[in-house]
């Protein structure tokens, strides 16, 4: 039973450019949720996906946007990329019903220059 | 407005010590879910262990324990008899189920040394 995947493992940018991170549930999940973590920092929850919709959004600006295919699966992208981009991000899936029970991915880290 | 707070920045123990990592937190919420994940330097968080705001118990699980008291807000987390493999950054989050369900909050992490 696989957990949550998540690609690429690093990716370098530049400033300016755009990315596309992506991330496949947990094995029977249907909710997918996105985090932000900068060095030094706990984890910010960016957004969360439930049948292809965005079902919450924490406090990041339009340039973060994401997707939820119809097998449950997950990009974030982001547009415009600043320097203050650069971090580790986390995604995470759960069953709506039991969001109490989160899986982390090993994350992608974003280096942006 | 929900909050973790994790005072301690650094906590740098000799192995065989035990250590305490304190977590405080805020909520408005009458339901909520606290968790401590560990985080090695791989990145990936580990979960630990998941409380509801209805169950004070205590718990013991091998060398870690967890003491939840809802009077003063707290979810503190020991390490008994610490190992070298116990260094890594532990966070305490919050999960709040009827005003932000899904949107676990962080505090910011206690970074872990044990020295051999």
């Known amino acids: 039973d696989a957990g949550v995947t998540q690609s690429p493992t690093h990716l370098i940018k530049t400033r300016g450019q755009q990315v596309t991170l992506r991330c496949s549930p947990k094995?029977?999940?249907?909710?997918v949720s996105w985090y932000q973590q900068a060095l030094g920092q706990g984890p910010q929850f960016i957004f969360q996906?439930?049948?292809?919709?965005?079902?919450q959004r924490g406090n990041f600006p339009d340039r973060f946007s994401g997707h939820q295919f119809p097998n449950y699966s997950s990009e974030l992208n982001v547009n415009a990329l600043l320097l203050g981009d650069s971090a580790l991000y986390l995604c995470?899936?759960?069953?709506?019903?039991?969001?109490?029970?989160?899986?982390f991915g090993p994350g992608t880290r974003l280096t942006v220059t | 407005a929900q909050k973790v707070t994790q005072a301690q920045t650094e906590i740098s123990v000799v192995e065989k010590e035990d250590v305490t990592l304190d977590c405080v937190y805020e909520?408005?919420?009458?339901?909520?879910?606290l968790f401590w994940y560990k985080q090695p330097p791989s990145g990936e968080l580990v979960f630990l262990i998941r409380?509801?705001?209805?169950?004070?118990q205590n718990e013991i699980s091998g060398r870690y324990s967890w003491n939840f008291q809802k009077s003063t807000s707290s979810f503190n987390f020991t390490i008994t008899a610490s190992q070298v493999v116990d260094s890594a950054v532990y966070f305490c989050?919050?999960?709040?189920?009827?005003?932000?369900?899904?949107?676990?909050?962080f505090g910011d992490g206690t970074t872990l040394t044990v020295k051999p």
């Open positions: 995470a899936s759960s069953l709506v019903g039991s969001v109490d029970e989160q899986y």
């Open positions: 094995s029977g999940h249907d909710t």
């Open positions: 909520t408005r919420d009458t339901t909520y879910y």
């Open positions: 409380r509801n705001s209805f169950d004070e």
């Open positions: 996906y439930y049948e292809e919709e965005e079902r």
């Open positions: 989050a919050l999960l709040e189920l009827n005003t932000n369900a899904g949107k676990s909050t």
